[in-house]
């Protein structure tokens, strides 16, 4: 079944490009698709999936792939990559968390 979501064109390249990345690092250590699905957890056809992009593959399953191959997420170096998430759950933290729509009033009087 297919999913019904429209996804951003820039969703779609970002999903391809990482699709790339993942197949092009299982090619060059000479995985079989079978051995890193194993790996990893999952089916063959979900691997497939990633290595071509398909944007219905649940995230941690597609960071899982990668983060086998080598594939940097955000940056190769774990350190920054910690650094930015302390930096990101710290700005979270001065942002109020519940949002409200703020009522606009047009003011069409002419």
């Known amino acids: 079944m297919r999913n ?6 820039q969703s779609h390249d970002a999903a391809k490009v990482l699709g790339n990345q993942i197949a092009a ?3 060059e250590r000479r995985w079989t698709a079978a051995n890193l699905a194993q790996r ?20 941690g399953s597609v960071f899982e792939v990668a983060t086998l191959l080598g594939v940097p997420l955000f940056t ?9 998430l ?15 729509a703020r009522s606009r009033v047009v003011n069409d009087a002419f």
Request: aromatic share 4%.
């Open 86 to 100: 302390t930096h990101t759950e710290q700005r979270l933290a001065l942002i109020p968390s519940r949002v409200r």
């Open 4 to 9: 019904p979501h429209t996804y951003h064109p």
């Open 40 to 59: 990893a957890g999952m089916s063959v056809v979900t691997l497939r999936k990633i290595e071509r992009g398909d944007l219905s593959v649940a995230i």
């Open 76 to 84: 190769p170096d774990r350190r920054e990559l910690r650094w930015a």
């Open 25 to 27: 690092a299982r090619r």
